[in-house]
């Protein structure tokens, strides 16, 4: 998820559909694409782990649109193992009524078995948003979210809770400061100010919570909040405590130019890869080469920007995700891999396809042959 407000996130949802307009031929058709069934391949065959570890997953804010029973249904035709769950602030709450399954023990267990007898895990709930916004209202109501959505990962026995770090302000205003130099004294002030009084009491406090739950909080790394790398989420984590540990999306590791080798072999090492997302970003050359890749350009200015969402191996060849997914299996990273779905270029059915694919041929618990 990227650090939009709700206006600026709908906006973006509905650039996104209209890009994929052209499209909805393939939408249509639900039997015409299987992930990891390339077109006209009816003699491959699969082979794989008994019961592997790491598993293909997808992000069901992708699909707001559709019900349970469908979203079920095209997990299954996709071939896709495992879901992440939406519970609400930033990706919405489309199949999951948060409160609803937090007051019903029957209710929450009937909820459960409708993933367990299709043979689908959940891999995590999901509420990005910013616990610590300057705006208190707003704030407490992302606060009372991460903290609904642990007890019902714990609940559950799911878990894990995916989100972000948020991003204070810098004590005077109304709106997030992301702080991303150190050039004059007053942007050390306030990066001092909102590790040391707001991020820092705030993580100790919700890490403690989710420990005394046995539930693991992913915080994904993202620009426009405080923990946008590795450096930042060991910062907090050593801080904080260890309930709190990474959601890995490599397009937001992408955006920074960060070798991703590097970082899955540094979060094994520390012991904190709890959760991660499967999405890519199409680099623009020449566009980076002018502007570097700090681009505040539209999203849906594709031909100037410096980099879009792509669908995986859309972006950087399989070769560099193949090398990922050695990686993985070095550090011993065994839960999933979620599908996120925001490239422009293709609708989300088709674009959850694509990335599915990319990865039943990366992974290595898994082959096709002829």
């Given at each position: 998820?990227?650090?939009?407000?709700?206006?600026?996130?709908?906006?973006?949802?509905?650039?996104?559909?209209?890009?994929?307009?052209?499209?909805?031929?393939?939408?249509?058709?639900?039997?015409?694409?299987?992930?990891?069934?390339?077109?006209?391949?009816?003699?491959?065959?699969?082979?794989?782990?008994?019961?592997?570890?790491?598993?293909?997953?997808?992000?069901?804010?992708?699909?707001?649109?559709?019900?349970?029973?469908?979203?079920?249904?095209?997990?299954?035709?996709?071939?896709?193992?495992?879901?992440?769950?939406?519970?609400?602030?930033?990706?919405?709450?489309?199949?999951?009524?948060?409160?609803?399954?937090?007051?019903?023990d029957s209710r929450r267990r009937a909820?459960?078995?409708?993933?367990?007898?299709?043979?689908?895990?959940?891999?995590?709930?999901?509420?990005?948003?910013?616990?610590?916004?300057?705006?208190?209202?707003?704030?407490?109501?992302?606060?009372?979210?991460?903290?609904?959505?642990?007890?019902?990962?714990?609940?559950?026995?799911?878990?894990r809770v995916v989100c972000f770090s948020?991003?204070?302000?810098?004590?005077?205003?109304?709106?997030?400061?992301?702080?991303?130099?150190?050039?004059?004294?007053?942007?050390?002030?306030?990066?001092?100010?909102?590790?040391?009084?707001?991020?820092?009491?705030?993580?100790?406090?919700?890490?403690?919570?989710?420990?005394?739950?046995?539930?693991?909080?992913?915080?994904?790394?993202?620009?426009?909040?405080?923990?946008?790398?590795?450096?930042?989420?060991?910062?907090?984590?050593?801080?904080?405590?260890?309930?709190?540990?990474?959601?890995?999306?490599?397009?937001?590791?992408?955006?920074?130019?960060?070798?991703?080798?590097?970082?899955?072999?540094?979060?094994?090492?520390?012991?904190?890869?709890?959760?991660?997302?499967?999405?890519?970003?199409?680099?623009?050359?020449?566009?980076?080469?002018?502007?570097?890749?700090?681009?505040?350009?539209?999203?849906?200015?594709?031909?100037h920007r410096s980099w879009s969402y792509?669908?995986?191996?859309?972006?950087?060849?399989?070769?560099?995700?193949?090398?990922?997914?050695?990686?993985?299996?070095?550090?011993?990273?065994?839960?999933?891999?979620?599908?996120?779905?925001?490239?422009?270029?293709?609708?989300?059915?088709?674009?959850?396809?694509?990335?599915?694919?990319?990865?039943?041929?990366?992974?290595?618990?898994?082959?096709?042959?002829?």
């Amino acid at each position: 998820m990227k650090n939009q407000g709700a206006a600026s996130l709908a906006a973006r949802r509905e650039f996104l559909k209209r890009t994929a307009l052209g499209l909805s031929a393939a939408m249509a058709a639900p039997k015409a694409l299987r992930a990891g069934t390339p077109l006209g391949s009816d003699d491959l065959r699969e082979i794989r782990e008994e019961s592997p570890k790491l598993k293909i997953g997808v992000f069901d804010a992708a699909f707001p649109d559709v019900s349970i029973d469908q979203l079920i249904e095209m997990i299954k035709e996709f071939k896709i193992e495992a879901v992440e769950l939406g519970s609400g602030n930033d990706p919405g709450h489309a199949h999951c009524d948060l409160d609803g399954l937090l007051a019903d023990d029957s209710r929450r267990r009937a909820y459960m078995a409708q993933f367990e007898k299709n043979s689908i895990m959940v891999s995590a709930f999901s509420c990005h948003g910013n616990p610590v916004h300057p705006d208190t209202d707003k704030a407490k109501r992302e606060d009372a979210v991460y903290r609904k959505s642990i007890d019902l990962a714990a609940k559950t026995g799911v878990n894990r809770v995916v989100c972000f770090s948020g991003c204070p302000g810098d004590g005077t205003g109304k709106h997030p400061n992301w702080v991303t130099t150190l050039e004059t004294d007053e942007y050390v002030k306030i990066l001092n100010w909102q590790w040391n009084e707001v991020l820092i009491p705030y993580w100790k406090d919700l890490n403690n919570y989710a420990k005394q739950r046995n539930v693991r909080v992913a915080l994904e790394m993202d620009g426009g909040y405080s923990v946008f790398n590795v450096g930042t989420l060991l910062k907090l984590r050593r801080a904080a405590g260890e309930n709190i540990g990474a959601n890995l999306d490599y397009s937001g590791i992408f955006q920074l130019g960060i070798d991703p080798v590097a970082v899955a072999k540094k979060l094994g090492e520390e012991g904190c890869l709890f959760h991660m997302h499967g999405k890519d970003i199409l680099l623009d050359t020449q566009n980076v080469g002018v502007n570097g890749l700090v681009d505040l350009t539209p999203y849906e200015d594709l031909a100037h920007r410096s980099w879009s969402y792509a669908d995986i191996g859309f972006g950087h060849d399989l070769v560099v995700w193949k090398a990922i997914a050695e990686q993985l299996k070095a550090i011993g990273y065994d839960h999933v891999i979620s599908i996120e779905h925001e490239s422009p270029f293709t609708s989300a059915r088709v674009g959850v396809a694509k990335s599915a694919q990319a990865l039943e041929e990366v992974l290595l618990n898994r082959a096709q042959i002829m």
